[in-house]
T-cell receptor
Framework: DAGVIQSPRHEVTEMGQEVTLRCKPI?????LFWYRQTMMRGLELLIY????????DSGMPEDRFSAKMPNASFSTLKIQPSEPRDSAVYFC????????????FGAGTRLSVL | GQQVMQIPQYQHVQEGEDFTTYCNSS?????IQWYKQRPGGHPVFLIQ?????EVKKQKRLTFQFGEAKKNSSLHITATQTTDVGTYFC??????????????FGSGTQLTVLP
């Protein structure tokens, strides 16, 4: 398996622009997590899905952030409008509910909002 | 919210010296996991501890879970330059809505000097 695939790997955008981050989980995994990593706040859970349904979005910073999982093999995290404080590395992770509790992380998307 | 405290934040050691990082919670944990993130990389699962007082070893790495299931440690014996990275504990709380949801510690960044 190719693992969790995230795109793009790097994104540079200007304040006010819409940003869409993409994630393809490992095939067969029924949980998907979106994290944000910064030096100041560490690794924060933003939202997670189980069987494509959002379970807990309490970590989503504000209404500018939204996440969707239209099917078992694809999820998006959208920021609109983006702000400089959104600059961070965004990770997607997936796990199989039948395979234990191990989360497999993608390589991340490094977002810079100028 | 539920937090897990991790110390130290940074550790510089000479190659061959030992290294230990600690995680503490004020509430009882369901289980605790450890992840390693290499510079520029993504978190990679190392191990999961579930039972009170559990001790697991992986070559030079020793993982412990406290008797009260509120603390854990990772000890590396005779560090090598390949051990460089940030080590995170990730806790699942008994009171959490889902055992799949993890709360990450702030991480310990290990530097090994040759």
């Amino acid at each position: 398996d190719a693992g969790v695939i995230q795109s793009p790997r790097h994104e540079v955008t200007e304040m006010g622009q819409e940003v869409t981050l993409r994630c393809k989980p490992i095939s067969g995994h029924d949980y998907l997590f979106w994290y944000r990593q910064t030096m100041m706040r560490g690794l924060e859970l933003l939202i997670y899905f189980n069987n494509n349904v959002p379970i807990d979005d309490s970590g989503m910073p504000e209404d500018r952030f939204s996440a969707k999982m239209p099917n078992a093999s694809f999820s998006t995290l959208k920021i609109q409008p983006s702000e400089p404080r959104d600059s961070a590395v965004y990770f997607c992770a997936s796990l199989s509910g039948e395979g234990g509790n191990i989360q497999y992380f993608g390589a991340g998307t490094r977002l810079s909002v100028l | 919210g539920q937090q897990v405290m991790q110390i130290p934040q940074y550790q510089h050691v000479q190659e061959g010296e030992d290294f230990t990082t600690y995680c503490n919670s004020s509430t009882t944990l369901s289980n605790i996991q450890w992840y390693k993130q290499r510079p520029g990389g993504h978190p990679v699962f190392l191990i999961q501890l579930v039972k009170s007082g559990e001790v697991k070893k992986q070559k030079r790495l020793t993982f412990q879970f406290g008797e009260a299931k509120k603390n854990s440690s990772l000890h590396i014996t005779a560090t090598q330059t390949t051990d460089v990275g940030t080590y995170f504990c990730a806790a699942s709380f008994i009171s959490s809505g889902s055992a799949r949801q993890l709360t990450f510690g702030s991480g310990t960044q290990l530097t090994v000097l040759p």
